[in-house]
């Protein structure tokens, strides 16, 4: 017998248009929909017939409502989603681990993962995004996964080193009719095993891939550079478009963690080696998306691609960590992962303790958070006179943070990209 498929919830909340009546209509199976638009029930139910069903999409077309997480009750959200580290637990001792190589790390229990869950639904957040550690060392990885789709989000990425992905894993994930992206990290053939500090890694991330690849899902690699796994790069673009992967990503690992203690590939080194790439990439007729760290990327599917807005002095110095902010293994948000190792870290708030009004409005995740370009300029006169300003966009925060600069200090790493010409 084939496992029973498991279907997500399915949650509506109407939004700030439905203020205006005519938007709703008189038709009475849109008004009924519209009354079901709650928060609260699951109109994936069989109970909610077809006709009410169509009367829904209608809604949704027009904008009447939105797709939300199980209890959010506001009509716009705080963010969009979370990368959710759901475990420290790792079956690697990397060179270039953020967390610092994370052997013995703990993982908070599933009614606390729940229980964050439930935060974050009211936070109006639709996406959970799953890392680690390894996120498949959580033996009730399952149940986590089937608490996730039970509120009505989605999952739409999970990073693992791909070492444990076997059959079993591949049909819990079929029955549930999940097909996120994976990101795997790969750092380089023949290179791998010593930047993941694991013999056999290599071979056993390679079965991985091939796993997920013979299932139909969609496959990222993302390979950490150093001078180790430099050579190696072509080799590991052959392997990239001979395994038929949805991207590629390279770059250098950020200083912190146990890549505090590498030495960095040099900017004319690497953007060297990315020049070979994009030739080998250009004329094998871009076969996949590709990244090359600040130097170069292009996405060759229309889901790899994103709007950028042009660029303005009073934007948010980083849109992306207040859409999809960070929630490590022990339950803290953040903005991203690699503030963990930053003078901030002991400053944000915990979701464990905190209920969501409480951790967003936490004072050192909004001073972090909410920091806007004119901020930067302004502490970086020269910054704003930068004919390249409009490209580097002022650089990373936690760049500049990680680099002793501050907060709204000069990201040197983007801006020596720029200045030197390298990018061209």
Not at 37 to 58: I, K, N, Q
Not at 235 to 251: C, N, Q, R
Not at 398 to 411: H, I, Q, Y
Request: neutral net charge.
């Amino acid at each position: 017998m084939g496992m029973m498929v498991r279907k997500r919830a399915f949650y509506a909340m109407p939004t700030a248009l439905a203020q205006a009546e005519p938007a709703i209509g008189e038709d009475p199976a849109e008004r009924f929909a519209y009354a079901m638009c709650d928060g609260m029930t699951d109109l994936s139910s069989p109970a909610f017939l077809p006709v009410y069903r169509s009367a829904l999409r209608r809604l949704l077309t027009r904008g009447v409502v939105r797709r939300c997480p199980k209890g959010f009750q506001g009509t716009q959200p705080d963010i969009d989603g979370v990368l959710f580290s759901i475990t420290g637990r790792c079956n690697m001792r990397c060179r270039h681990c953020y967390m610092g190589a994370p052997t013995g790390q703990s993982e908070l229990p599933l009614e606390t993962v729940q229980r964050i869950l439930d935060a974050l639904c009211a936070s109006g957040a639709m996406q959970i995004s799953l890392t680690g550690g390894e996120p498949l060392m959580r033996r009730d990885l399952m149940e986590l996964i089937d608490s996730i789709l039970a509120r009505g989000m989605d999952i739409p990425d999970i990073f693992t080193n791909a070492t444990l992905i076997g059959d079993r894993f591949l049909a819990e994930m079929e029955a549930r009719g999940l097909s996120p992206i994976f990101h795997i990290s790969f750092d380089g053939v023949g290179r791998h095993d010593v930047m993941r500090g694991a013999p056999g890694a290599e071979k056993a991330a390679r079965r991985g891939i091939a796993a997920l690849k013979s299932a139909g899902h969609r496959v990222i690699l993302t390979t950490s550079v150093d001078k180790n796994t430099l050579p190696s790069l072509e080799k590991t673009y052959e392997f990239a478009k001979e395994t038929g992967v949805h991207a590629w990503g390279i770059g250098r690992p950020m200083a912190a963690g146990c890549a505090k203690s590498m030495e960095r590939v040099a900017d004319e080194d690497f953007a060297s080696a990315c020049q070979g790439l994009k030739a080998l990439w250009e004329a094998d007729g871009q076969p996949f998306t590709l990244g090359l760290e600040s130097y170069f990327s292009h996405a060759v599917t229309k889901d790899m691609q994103h709007d950028i807005p042009e660029f303005a002095s009073g934007q948010y110095a980083c849109g992306s960590c207040r859409a999809f902010p960070h929630i490590t293994h022990s339950g803290i948000l953040m903005p991203c992962p690699c503030y963990a190792d930053s003078e901030f870290a002991g400053a944000f708030p915990s979701l464990v303790t905190d209920d969501w009004h409480t951790a967003w409005h936490n004072s050192t995740l909004r001073r972090v958070m909410d920091v806007r370009k004119d901020e930067v300029l302004r502490a970086n006169p020269s910054c704003a006179r930068c004919e390249h300003l409009a490209q580097c966009r002022t650089g990373c925060r936690v760049s500049a943070v990680l680099a002793g600069n501050g907060l709204l200090g000069r990201d040197e790493i983007t801006c020596n990209i720029f200045r030197k010409g390298l990018r061209a």
